[in-house]
């Protein structure tokens, strides 16, 4: 069955890219390039030079996982691309469907709208969070939102199927990942969840492309909470920070998995 990707060009995904085209029939990779636009400020340059001096570990640690990709996956696979600035640009409707895609693989993009959504596609367009739906949700990385918020045993990961929200559709598959909270560092906790990442869409895709079927609504899971890439302020990278330090010293696996208990994540 024929794979197409839609996905961010940062070196984490084309990692994924490479993963999913050596064990599907990709034929076919969007990646999409946004440009950066920032609004300077004095108070922007007041914090940035604060995360510089006491909080560099935060974008360090994302940082150190990009070159790890960008080290281990120089290059994408060699199928037919293309990178536009917008995912949702006509530009990929037409690739897409030219390529005629059994199923469509999303990851690290924009929200994709409508016009995207309506390509007839026989299995589907799935969707990667690397957060655990419904719980935490949103942006810019749901794994410095679970410590920030002390939320420790709510890191993990969800496949699901796509639609207009933010991380809403309906879910084939979640799981915890499991961290060290005492010896891990911020930069091995990222790795460790985007592996997990890449691990769990391989295995969903693995399970529909095998006639698998899996198809729950979020609202049948819990309640959970969105977060914005705008109120990822300074006082949350503090609370990052402190709660990191605090957890390595108290650090018991027995009070997650007491949490985790009253969690509900979806098995397949």
């Given at each position: 069955?024929?794979?197409?990707?839609?996905?961010?060009?940062?070196?984490?995904?084309?990692?994924?890219?490479?993963?999913?085209?050596?064990?599907?029939?990709?034929?076919?990779?969007?990646?999409?390039?946004?440009?950066?636009?920032?609004?300077?400020?004095?108070?922007?340059?007041?914090?940035?030079?604060?995360?510089?001096?006491?909080?560099?570990?935060?974008?360090?640690?994302?940082?150190?996982?990009?070159?790890?990709?960008?080290?281990?996956?120089?290059?994408?696979?060699?199928?037919?691309?293309?990178?536009?600035?917008?995912?949702?640009?006509?530009?990929?409707?037409?690739?897409?469907?030219?390529?005629?895609?059994?199923?469509?693989?999303?990851?690290?993009?924009?929200?994709?709208?409508?016009?995207?959504?309506?390509?007839?596609?026989?299995?589907?367009?799935?969707?990667?969070?690397?957060?655990?739906?419904?719980?935490?949700?949103?942006?810019?990385?749901?794994?410095?939102?679970?410590?920030?918020?002390?939320?420790?045993?709510?890191?993990?990961?969800?496949?699901?199927?796509?639609?207009?929200?933010?991380?809403?559709?309906?879910?084939?598959?979640?799981?915890?990942?499991?961290?060290?909270?005492?010896?891990?560092?911020?930069f091995d906790i990222?790795?460790?969840?985007?592996?997990?990442?890449?691990?769990?869409?391989?295995?969903?895709?693995?399970?529909?492309?095998?006639?698998?079927?899996?198809?729950?609504?979020?609202?049948?899971?819990?309640?959970?909470?969105?977060?914005?890439?705008?109120e990822w302020s300074?006082?949350?990278?503090?609370?990052?920070?402190?709660?990191?330090?605090?957890?390595?010293?108290?650090?018991?696996?027995?009070?997650?998995?007491?949490?985790?208990?009253?969690?509900?994540?979806?098995?397949?």
């Open positions: 069955m024929n794979i197409v990707l839609w996905i961010g060009n940062a070196p984490n995904q084309r990692a994924l890219a490479n993963k999913l085209a050596e064990a599907f029939n990709v034929v076919g990779i969007v990646t999409e390039t946004r440009k950066t636009k920032r609004r300077i400020t004095i108070k922007k340059i007041i914090e940035v030079g604060f995360e510089r001096i006491f909080l560099s570990s935060i974008n360090g640690a994302w940082r150190g996982m990009q070159e790890f990709y960008e080290k281990n996956f120089p290059d994408y696979p060699n199928v037919s691309r293309l990178d536009v600035e917008n995912i949702n640009s006509t530009n990929v409707l037409e690739f897409s469907y030219n390529l005629k895609p059994d199923l469509i693989v999303v990851s690290g993009t924009r929200l994709i709208r409508k016009k995207l959504l309506s390509i007839d596609v026989s299995k589907g367009i799935l969707n990667l969070h690397t957060g655990l739906s419904p719980y935490i949700k949103g942006g810019p990385n749901c794994t410095n939102w679970c410590i920030a918020t002390n939320q420790f045993h709510l890191v993990g990961n969800t496949v699901m199927w796509i639609d207009e929200g933010i991380d809403s559709g309906n879910i084939v598959t979640s799981e915890f990942t499991d961290i060290d909270w005492g010896n891990m560092s911020l990222h790795i460790r969840v985007m592996e997990h990442a890449h691990s769990l869409y391989k295995k969903a895709i693995n399970f529909i492309l095998n006639g698998g079927q899996s198809n729950v609504p979020q609202s049948e899971i819990g309640d959970g909470k969105t977060f914005y890439t705008k300074l006082i949350y990278k503090i609370k990052l920070i402190r709660n990191l330090k605090r957890i390595r010293k108290e650090y018991n696996p027995n009070d997650i998995a007491e949490k985790r208990k009253k969690i509900k994540t979806i098995k397949i």
